[in-house]
């Protein structure tokens, strides 16, 4: 599921801007790396792509890690389980699902900023339907307190309506295309690769709203425990290492790694085609900014006024408690 923003941050999270923060950074002497494997649970997200290239290129064992394993999820309350279940050390989550998870736990970090997307998330319609606006009394499927419902209500709001003016399922991002291209469903609300399926399946089906409409309000973030970061921060900085060398490396050969990548979340390159242009990978030193100024200060509190909103939360957080710049300052 940033420029950071991920997206501008909507007019849903509108509201004055926080003074800056005081972000958690304890870096002193690079730490030794553990032994043993760092467990991550992992979407089928282009966004987290820089994973499937560090494993696929040695850029984990490079830095030290005896291992990385990637627990797969597909469905967001599926990961609230895997979390749960404290057999994990760091997860890929969207700064709302960051949230959530914050609710059920105090103990989630956020050590890195992954990436922002434009067009790969996105409203996928019929060509017949020009508007946002045209969507009032159509159905709909989308998963319910995922990015796609951020970005539903987001357009929705726009446009004047609320999401009781539609017919809505809840339906996974997986399956949504097949909702559409069955016509079980008028619209959509999913992300790449799902959205290349559909619009390749059916030449009649459009982009109607992308996030490229609000940056910010989704992104995506390395999240790690408090335990982890007690125990691990040796394997936690080379972690963050490794998603910087992986970035560093996408840059050089974006080819090769948009194939390793279409690998990883179960998709054929050609299928993909220009989706990557849709995201935005961060570099470190982009990390460095935004962590400490405007990811901090704006992008932050204004998804957590937008999830607030949407009653995916019921309290406020504040980004000086869960942003950890520890291992990322130390590089």
């Known amino acids: 599921m940033i420029n950071i923003s991920r997206r501008r941050m909507l007019a849903l999270m509108g509201g004055t801007l926080a003074a800056p923060y005081i972000i958690t950074s304890r870096a002193n002497a690079a730490p030794a790396v553990e032994t043993g494997v760092f467990k991550m ?65 105090p103990d989630y970090h956020i050590a890195l900023i992954e990436d922002y997307s434009t067009t790969a998330d996105a409203i996928v319609s019929p060509k017949s339907i020009n508007s946002v606006a045209d969507l009032k009394g159509k159905s709909i499927a989308f998963e319910d307190g995922t990015t796609s419902h951020l970005l539903i209500a987001d357009a929705l709001k726009k446009a004047g309506l609320k999401l009781s003016d539609l017919k809505w399922t809840n339906t996974p991002a997986s399956q949504a295309a097949a909702a559409v291209l069955s016509g079980s469903t008028d619209a959509m609300v999913t992300y790449e690769p799902y959205i290349s399926t559909a619009l390749k399946a059916d030449p009649n089906l459009k982009l109607l709203y992308t996030a490229a409409e609000n940056p910010g309000l989704i992104s995506d973030c390395f999240v790690i425990t408090t335990r982890t970061l007690k125990e691990r921060p040796g394997q936690v900085r080379a972690m963050v290492k490794s998603w910087g060398d992986a970035v560093e490396l996408y840059k050089k050969n974006p080819e090769e790694c948009q194939a390793i990548i279409a690998k990883g979340v179960g998709s054929d390159p050609s299928e993909l085609g220009t989706t990557f242009e849709g995201v935005h990978y961060y570099s470190l030193e982009e990390n460095k900014t935004l962590l400490t100024g405007e990811y901090a200060t704006k992008t932050f509190p204004a998804v957590n006024a937008a999830a607030l909103e949407l009653g995916l939360i019921k309290k406020t957080f504040e980004a000086k408690d869960v942003i950890d710049t520890t291992a990322l300052m130390s590089l």
Request: aromatic content about 10%; hydrophobic content about 40%; overall charge negative.
């Open 41 to 105: 649970s992992i979407q089928p997200w282009i966004g987290y792509g820089m994973w499937y290239v560090a494993q696929e290129k040695g850029i984990f064992a490079a830095n030290g890690l005896e291992g990385v394993e990637f627990i797969p999820y597909t469905e967001d309350a599926a990961n609230l389980a895997i979390l749960a279940s404290g057999e994990i050390q760091g997860t890929n989550s969207a700064t709302h699902n960051v949230l959530q998870h914050l609710q059920e736990s």
